[in-house]
């Protein structure tokens, strides 16, 4: 098996050569059969250990791992960890705590002693058991792919050799190894699988893992020709602004494979309503589809995905002229001389038709996305201002138009979007609402002949970095 492994090694991850590995060792035969392995090609090796404290025989584990890597002279990492407390605390499972706590503390390990890459003793069986767990609830192309081999600094060198193979290795290199009596339980679904329905498998066709691993190979090249497609379909129906991805329905609509092209372009945002997804296109607008991180909103002709955010509650408080920073903007109000009073009030009505059609520059969400002026009466406001987001029950009385409007029903007139209405700002005095961002002022605020002093003010969206 060694000659395999090194001519696989070699093809596969030559970069391994070259780098610094942390070896995730539990002191099973796994995990004892790729540190012997590694060890026995001369690579710049650490191991990491984690007692989670589950199995009376946790401390003879760590202590025989510890052992072996100062046998080897290997420099290892132990780290002990409180889990039935953590597990109680947090209510999550005992296996999902545990792989959480494992793959942070390798990471911190990474950054701390600048290890390049972290490796597990996953192996083809490892492998089968996640495929057929995932097989048996809902999912997709890729959840039938199984363990990935390198998933960005972790790697899996083991997944293409059977437990068989290890255990031969094992006993012809006379190494020992401890054993888990909790891998024989049949209280979890992985063990169930591992001694109930993988035998049987295997009885119907002795060759079963080596079909299974030919299998994973056609689909990885599978999923490569759907995410090329996907890649492009995206280019011709979606567009992107500000962290909000646009789909064109009448595009979409285009698309023969409509339902299958959604699922691939969504799945990432951990979306799992797919019947509530598919009937979006013809949903009234404003309909949402939530998932733990994103949402979907059906608007007029378009699907806008964005993160679910809880950033409409931010309110951000001027208490004298000057320059401000936040929330992506740059605020300037100033004192503007107190001549000609009737050409500040053609300025400001200048400055509204410029934006009666609406929101030009910032169609897509109502961001401000360059420099937007305004000036208004200095005798009408109290300070400090309020920068902040529109609530349900805002209104103001719109420059130009007569008596006053629920904010709602200016957004709706002028077909606002859901993300458009959460992402426009609003400036306020107490409870009243001088300016709606880069839409319209309020008129009791505008500058009139009668203003003895008026103040310019200036937002400015700040510039992201490339």
Not at 143 to 172: H, M, T, V
Not at 183 to 211: C, G, W
Request: proline content about 4%; charged content about 25%.
């Amino acid at each position: 098996m060694f000659s395999q492994f090194k001519e696989h090694i070699s093809k596969k991850f030559p970069q391994l050569a070259n780098a610094k590995l942390l070896l995730a060792v539990s002191g099973g035969i796994d995990s004892v059969v790729l540190t012997h392995l590694f060890h026995k090609l001369d690579y710049n090796l650490v191991i990491a250990h984690c007692n989670f404290g589950l199995r009376p025989d946790a401390n003879q584990d760590e202590i025989f791992v510890v052992a072996t890597a100062n046998r080897l002279k290997i420099p290892v990492y132990v780290k002990k960890f409180n889990t039935k407390k953590l597990v109680s605390e947090q209510a999550i499972s005992t296996q999902m705590m545990a792989r959480e706590m494992r793959y942070t503390w390798f990471n911190k390990l990474a950054n701390d002693y600048k290890i390049d890459y972290i490796l597990t003793a996953h192996h083809a069986d490892d492998n089968l058991e996640t495929f057929l767990i995932n097989l048996s609830r809902s999912t997709g192309l890729d959840g039938l792919l199984g363990i990935p081999e390198k998933n960005e600094n972790i790697i899996r060198p083991l997944l293409p050799f059977s437990k068989e193979q290890l255990k031969d290795y094992a006993i012809d290199n006379h190494l020992t190894w401890r054993e888990d009596s909790t891998n024989a339980e049949t209280n979890y679904v992985r063990n169930k699988i591992r001694h109930n329905v993988i035998p049987s498998l295997k009885e119907i066709n002795p060759k079963f893992l080596s079909s299974f691993n030919q299998t994973i190979s056609h689909l990885k090249g599978s999923k490569e020709l759907v995410d090329y497609a996907v890649k492009n379909l995206k280019g011709f129906c979606c567009t992107e602004k500000d962290g909000v991805l646009i789909i064109d329905l009448e595009k979409l609509a285009s698309i023969s494979f409509a339902e299958p092209f959604l699922y691939q372009l969504l799945r990432p945002f951990n979306f799992t309503a797919w019947e509530d997804i598919y009937a979006l296109p013809i949903a009234q607008s404003g309909k949402i589809v939530y998932s733990s991180t994103h949402r979907i909103i059906k608007d007029r002709n378009s699907l806008l995905i964005s993160p679910i955010s809880d950033k409409n509650s931010e309110i951000y408080t001027i208490p004298v002229p000057g320059t401000y920073h936040f929330a992506g903007l740059s605020i300037e109000i100033n004192h503007l001389p107190q001549s000609k009073p009737q050409e500040k009030t053609i300025n400001s009505l200048t400055t509204l038709s410029k934006k009666r059609l609406g929101f030009s520059e910032a169609k897509i969400e109502g961001r401000i996305t360059e420099k937007t002026r305004e000036k208004i009466d200095a005798s009408k406001i109290t300070y400090p201002l309020h920068i902040r987001k529109w609530q349900k029950g805002d209104f103001f009385y719109p420059l130009g138009m007569d008596g006053r409007k629920k904010l709602s029903k200016y957004f709706k007139d002028r077909k606002f979007s859901l993300i458009e209405k959460e992402n426009t700002w609003l400036l306020c005095t107490g409870n009243e609402i001088i300016w709606v961002i880069s839409h319209r002022l309020d008129n009791r605020f505008k500058v009139t002949e009668q203003t003895k002093e008026a103040l310019e003010i200036t937002v400015t969206a700040k510039k992201k970095s490339p």
